[in-house]
T-cell receptor, first 115, second 111 residues
Framework: NAGVMQNPRHLVRRRGQEARLRCSPMKGHSHVYWYRQLPEEGLKFMVYLQKENIIDESGMPKERFSAEFPKEGPSILRIQQVVRGDSAAYFC?????????????FGQGTRLTVV | AQSVTQLDSQVPVFEEAPVELRCNYSSSVSVYLFWYVQYPNQGLQLLLKYLSGSTLVKGINGFEAEFNKSQTSFHLRKPSVHISDTAEYFCAVSENNDMRFGAGTRLTVKP
């Protein structure tokens, strides 16, 4: 059973371009969380999704950021018109359905650098 | 929604000294509590978790944490740290499958 897979591991984008970050949860997991870790800062919650639904996006910037978790395929975090301040590590985590006590399993993260 | 406060952003200690990393949470219902560790340039790994039962939880690498319901705390402790324990530590609370993290505590172990 593969762990949470994030790709790419490293992504470089010029200002104004779009960044797409992918997260494949562990098999059997239907809950996905996205977090952002800025340099020298802790983890900041961004969004919590279940299959085809956004449950809580209170941590997402109102503009340029969007997330989806389709019925088939990975969860995607999309950042449009990136700016230098978007440079950070973005972590995805997944957990199982119906087991609130289970821990979240993390991917290795995608390190976005905006030049 | 639930929230987590890690009171110390950085904790420097000498090797073989004891350490305590503090965590307080707020929630209106019963929750599950976790500690994760992040080594440089890596993802997060689970150290330990409290679900129910004994309030003292033992985890990997000699770490333990104590759940205190009246103080809404879940402090992480280790009696003697090693250089290899240098990392970022995150406390987390899960409520209805919604997990939230504290801002993290950077533990630096010096020789």
């Amino acid at each position: 059973n593969a762990g949470v897979m994030q790709n790419p591991r490293h992504l470089v984008r010029r200002r104004g371009q779009e960044a797409r970050l992918r997260c494949s949860p562990m098999k059997g997991h239907s809950h996905v969380y996205w977090y952002r870790q800025l340099p020298e800062e802790g983890l900041k919650f961004m969004v919590y999704l279940q299959k085809e639904n956004i449950i809580d996006e209170s941590g997402m910037p109102k503009e340029r950021f969007s997330a989806e978790f389709p019925k088939e395929g990975p969860s995607i975090l999309r950042i449009q018109q990136v700016v230098r301040g978007d440079s950070a590590a973005y972590f995805c985590a997944s957990s199982r359905t119906f087991e609130a006590s289970t821990e979240a399993f993390f991917g290795q993260g995608t390190r976005l650098t905006v030049v | 929604a639930q929230s987590v406060t890690q009171l110390d952003s950085q904790v420097p200690v000498f090797e073989e000294a004891p350490v305590e990393l503090r965590c307080n949470y707020s929630s209106s219902v019963s929750v599950y509590l976790f500690w994760y560790v992040q080594y440089p340039n890596q993802g997060l790994q689970l150290l330990l978790k409290y679900l129910s039962g004994s309030t003292l939880v033992k985890g990997i690498n000699g770490f333990e944490a104590e759940f205190n319901k009246s103080q809404t705390s879940f402090h992480l402790r280790k009696p003697s740290v090693h250089i290899s324990d240098t990392a970022e530590y995150f406390c987390a609370v899960s409520e209805n499958n919604d997990m939230r993290f504290g801002a993290g505590t950077r533990l630096t172990v010096k020789p």
